[in-house]
């Protein structure tokens, strides 16, 4: 079967990122509020990749457009800042190995000034390797792993199908710290709905203090439907919070998570409120603004449902 070209989902901090794709789908599609729910995993071969490595090199040095290319190569080329690339999809570290770092070392070929290669990652993708192979990937410019822990509490982990325990995503987070990869965690307020957030809000804080991340990125629960989660609010055996619920849950994990120095970010369009911050130098501040909507539970304040993304 040909390798369909996946959508463009990307982290926001990879805006200006050349978005590659090294496969389409997820592997570990079982989380019950995602849209990979069920997604098949597709493996691009990897002389395809190298045809649109050559592609866009061409593009960039000569201007040739070949018509063997979707247009959507010359449209992310455009607005390349020729320094990032972000490998896609959902989990683009699934990759093996060996031709992984053939990709890379062909990307880097063509382009010596690429500063960063970023992707997605699951607590699998890094377990699986050695140390060594993760160093292998920093030194073909693989810079940061962006990894959904979503929970730190294992009661939720396992209620939603994510598939790895709070302990292996520590290890993973161990794992590529020590290979000199950056690491940005995303967790989802909301996660546990009404019945668990307490206790969802304040294992998450743990585990990233654990975990002790470069970036962390809230996000709050979008129910989607035809995902299982969306089908179990239906039905109501899952109670989602309300607005000022996922924002006092995101004052629990900046209020008790301890991190070396890490940016936290609720930048993300699915929240209802923005705050960032470096930690633990403007904790006060981020925790004054939320006190701030928190008292006044003003719905002016949030952004509005029609406005929120996924
Ligand atoms: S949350 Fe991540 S690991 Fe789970 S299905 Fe979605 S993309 Fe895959």
Request: aromatic share 10%; proline share 6%.
């Amino acid at each position: 079967m040909a390798f369909a070209r996946p959508e463009i989902i990307r982290p926001p901090s990879e805006w200006r990122s050349y978005y590659l794709p090294l496969t389409s789908g997820c592997s570990n599609n079982t989380c019950t509020f995602c849209n990979y729910y069920g997604t098949r995993l597709q493996v691009r071969p990897l002389a395809e990749v190298k045809e649109e490595i050559d592609a866009l090199h061409q593009f960039l040095r000569l201007g040739i457009v070949r018509s063997d290319m979707p247009p959507i190569v010359y449209a992310v080329a455009r607005g390349w800042d020729g320094r990032r690339v972000f490998l896609q999809d959902a989990n683009a570290l699934v990759y093996p190995q060996r031709p992984l770092v053939e990709a890379l070392a062909y990307l880097n070929g063509r382009f010596p000034d690429l500063e960063r290669v970023g992707t997605y990652a699951t607590a699998g993708d890094i377990l699986r390797r050695t140390p060594s192979e993760l160093k292998e990937l920093k030194a073909l410019k693989v810079g940061i792993f962006y990894l959904g822990l979503e929970s730190g509490d294992d009661d939720t982990l396992a209620a939603v199908g994510k598939g790895y325990t709070s302990q292996q995503m520590i290890e993973a987070a161990r794992l590529t710290k020590e290979a000199g990869i950056l690491l940005s965690v995303m967790v989802i307020l909301g996660l546990a709905g009404k019945r668990n957030s307490i206790k969802h809000a304040l294992a998450t804080a743990n585990v990233l203090s654990a975990m002790d991340p470069d970036f962390v990125g809230a996000l709050t629960l979008t129910l989607i439907p035809g995902t299982p989660l969306y089908e179990q609010a239906q039905r109501g055996e899952f109670e989602p919070l309300d607005p000022f619920q996922t924002l006092a849950e995101l004052k629990i994990i900046i209020e008790h998570s301890r991190f070396t120095r890490c940016f936290f970010s609720s930048m993300h369009a699915s929240n209802y409120f923005s705050v960032r911050g470096w930690l633990p130098a403007e904790r006060d501040k981020m925790l004054k603004a939320l006190d701030y909507v928190l008292s006044s539970r003003n719905p002016a304040l949030l952004r509005p449902e029609y406005a929120r993304g996924l």
